[in-house]
């Protein structure tokens, strides 16, 4: 299993993504931003951060980067895809997801632990853990509430599409609590909570370990 | 022919605005009575080098949908575009 950390100018979540990736037993890897290739990685994921300073709006200018025609192919392909905080962002600006991420409903920035329950196991990173199960894990994000139109948000819920949603307080005034969702083919994830930050018990939490724990048989549909 | 265009992205009226009432709050704070709303939005300022005004305009507006605004939660308004 090989797992590429995409790394664009301003993430900040690169060596922890990595480390919880190595940690799961990956090969993980760092790609530059103005790679065109993947380096036949596969499984990616796109890092929290700031890329690009959040110019514009958080997500809008990363989208356009050259390695991100990769990242659409190696979706399109089936392969496994996170985006995590900005990557999530970013995935939502890329329209590899659905919806988008706008300023939190009480402006501030928020970074604590939150807690998430796991609402479908039917992703490549989920499936090692079971629906309903509660999970804690930071939040760091100014820009994290997740909105849709009501159709978008219908077709989410009636897909089994929300993978994550937010139990006992809601950071950010996300629709519907929602804190992570995937696409139809559910190959792709996005979440705004880090589980590389929560993937050592000496980081206070291990909760997120797991979602870098990729079976084989995931890594091509 | 060079023209400057104005564009205006604001977030969509069904999307709540907390910047916009923060500023609205802000103002009923320092004495200004009778503002009942604010929405605050973006505005750019486009340098462009064109064949026309109208090729300006639609390479603006162009932009606007690919970059500019995002389409899930923005509205845009193209408010000038003037020969520089």
Known sequence: MKIAVVRFPGSNCDADALAAAAGAGAEAVYVWHRSTDLEGADAVVLPGGFSYGDYLRPGAIARFSPVMRAVAAHAAAGRPLLGICNGFQILCEAQLLPGALVRNGGLSFVCRPVRVRVESDTTPFTARYRPGQCLTMPVAHGAGRFVADQATLDLLEREERVVFRYVGGNPNGAMRDIAGITNQERNVVGLMPHPERASEALLGSNDGAAMFVLAAATAVA | ?84
């Not at chain 2, 005004?53 to 639609?58: G, L, S, T």
């Open chain 2, 1 to 84: 022919m060079r023209f400057r265009a104005r564009v205006r992205v604001m977030p969509r009226a069904t999307i709540l605005d907390p910047q916009g009432q923060a500023v609205a709050h802000a103002l009923g704070e320092l004495g200004f009575s009778g503002v009942t709303g604010a929405r605050v939005g973006r505005a750019v300022e486009l340098e462009l080098e064109a064949a026309s005004a109208e090729a300006a305009r639609e390479g603006a507006l162009k932009m606007c949908e690919r970059l500019l605004a995002n389409p899930v939660t923005e509205d845009f308004a193209l408010d000038a575009v003037e020969q520089a």
